[in-house]
Nanobody, 122 residues
Framework: VQLQASGGGLVQAGDSLRLSCSASGGSFRAMAWFRQAPGKEREFVAAIWRSGAIYYADSVKGRFINSGDNAKSTMYLQMNSLKPEDTAVYYC???????????????????WGQGTLVTVSS
């Protein structure tokens, strides 16, 4: 299984950006976005369950829109009203065996993409 994240870049505060994640090698129970800012731990951003249900971190709720199709192994993160604190490397992750209660836990995802850098200037 290989995951490929793309779409990062340098934008100004208030701008929008769309990240994409594509995976080869299977369909997944959950796909998710995590991010890691410099000097900070990796944190959950959003996830999509195989049913289509979507989950968000409180910090991005109302600004980010996650979409995709686990059966087709694709996922997109539309990021609106970006803030400087959204600056981070964004990773997509996927799992074939995760349980729903663990969808926000990075340790429960077996497959990871290489990350794409998002930089938001003030």
């Amino acid at each position: 299984v290989q995951l490929q994240a793309s779409g990062g870049g340098l934008v100004q505060a208030g701008d929008s950006l769309r990240l994409s994640c594509s995976a080869s090698g299977g369909s997944f129970r959950a796909m998710a976005w995590f991010r890691q800012a410099p000097g900070k731990e990796r944190e959950f951003v959003a996830a999509i369950w195989r049913s289509g249900a979507i989950y968000y971190a409180d910090s991005v709720k109302g600004r980010f829109i996650n979409s995709g199709d686990n059966a087709k192994s694709t996922m997109y993160l539309q990021m609106n009203s970006l803030k400087p604190e959204d600056t981070a490397v964004y990773y997509c992750a996927a799992s074939t065996s995760i349980i729903l209660s663990s969808v926000r836990q990075d340790g429960q995802y077996r497959y990871w993409g290489q990350g794409t850098l998002v930089t938001v200037s003030s």
